[in-house]
């Protein structure tokens, strides 16, 4: 069974990248598959950030598109994110999923918290 | 893009009883709408989906979960609440980019 686990610093500071990691068990990221990101602002709902195909194609949100960069890393199976020029509504829940299906997400790893702040 | 405009915010029920929750689309995603369940301190799971006018539930949901709605108007019922059904539902369009979510509703027990 597939399971996720993002990882990485819980506090960036205003202005830097806001990087994270997620890595996959129980599946390989090369394989024909797709992956992706989505966060939860505190007391928010759902936005969905990308995804990531195992060849590295990317499909961004608009609304963040301008600092988002996501790729995948088969030799240590896992795959990455990266969002340019943090602010404070960069504060979320970021969750990594796998892309089932045309654009569903399951499963989902079980989130990281950051947060935005000097 | 498309927005996803779920309601009620919040629906109190009692065990045993059925809920039904509703999602509308500020523009046709024809069939292609899926339902996910958060539950207190997890992450969201895939509940149901739709898809070439079917809905499908993802494996190991009980038959207490269905979908219904095209075009722009959705509808989650889940009969006869257990206590594990409680938490927040989002919805979510596959049909439009960008990938768009409902803001959720919560069922709680009433």
């Known amino acids: 069974q597939v399971q996720l686990q993002a990882s990485g610093p819980g506090l960036v500071k205003p202005s830097e990248t806001l990087s994270l990691t997620c890595a996959v068990y129980?599946?390989?990221?090369?394989?024909?598959?797709?992956w992706g990101w989505i966060r939860q602002p505190p007391g928010k709902g759902l936005e969905w950030i990308g995804t990531?195909?195992?060849?590295?194609?990317?499909y961004y949100n608009p609304a963040l598109k301008s600092r988002v960069t996501m790729s995948v890393d088969t030799s240590k199976n896992q795959f990455a994110l990266r969002l340019t020029s943090a602010t404070a509504a960069d504060t979320a829940v970021y969750y990594c999923?796998?892309?089932?299906?045309?654009?569903?997400?399951?499963?989902w790893g079980q989130g990281i918290r950051v947060t935005v702040s000097s | 893009e498309t927005v996803m405009t779920q309601s009620p915010a919040t629906l109190s029920v009692s065990p045993g009883e059925s809920a039904t929750l509703f999602c509308r689309a500020s523009q046709s995603v024809s069939y292609n709408l899926a339902w996910y369940q958060q539950r207190p301190g997890q992450a969201p799971r895939l509940l149901i989906f739709?898809?070439?006018?079917?809905?499908t539930r993802a494996s190991g949901i009980p038959a207490r979960f269905s979908g219904s709605g095209s075009g722009t108007e959705f509808t989650l019922t889940i009969s006869s609440l257990q206590s594990e059904d409680y938490g927040v539902y989002y919805c979510q369009q596959f049909n439009n980019w960008p990938l768009t979510f409902g803001g959720g509703t919560k069922v709680e027990i009433k």
């Open positions: 739709g898809m070439y006018g079917v809905y």
């Open positions: 990531l195909s195992h060849g590295g194609n990317t």
């Open positions: 129980g599946f390989s990221v090369s394989s024909n598959s797709y």
């Open positions: 999923a796998r892309r089932s299906g045309d654009n569903l997400f399951d499963p």
